[in-house]
Nanobody, 118 residues
Framework: QVQAVESGGGLVQAGGSLRLSCAASGRTFAGYAMGWFRQAPGKEREFVAAIIWSTRTTYYADSVKGRFTISRDSAKDTVYLQMNNLKPEDTAVYYC???????????WGQGTQVTVSS
């Protein structure tokens, strides 16, 4: 079973940047599609971005298009989420997961907290 370990969150001012990492644990991400999701307090978990490992095809939620970039590093078996021009509404716990299109299919890890101050 593919497991993911998220890291890289923190506190940043609006307009700032962060890069999140999602490292494979147990099995390689190769051959899967991987996605980032987020859950803000009091809200449901939502899709943020996804990447097909083999083709590097990417998908984004409308709310992050043009600001966030998902990428992967095969040598490190890691998926990244570069987040630029962060907004307070981006504040959430961010998770990664194996996806089918934009639907998560694996178990959830602990996530990484991103807090954007205004």
């Amino acid at each position: 079973q593919v497991q993911a370990v998220e890291s890289g969150g923190g506190l940043v001012q609006a307009g700032g940047s962060l890069r999140l990492s999602c490292a494979a644990s147990g099995r390689t991400f190769a051959g899967y599609a991987m996605g980032w999701f987020r859950q803000a307090p009091g809200k449901e978990r939502e899709f943020v971005a996804a990447i097909i490992w083999s083709t590097r095809t990417t998908y984004y939620a409308d709310s992050v298009k043009g600001r966030f970039t998902i990428s992967r590093d095969s040598a490190k078996d890691t998926v990244y989420l570069q987040m630029n021009n962060l907004k307070p509404e981006d504040t959430a716990v961010y998770y990664c997961n194996v996806v089918l299109h934009t639907t998560p299919t694996g178990s959830w890890g602990q996530g990484t907290q991103v807090t954007v101050s205004s």
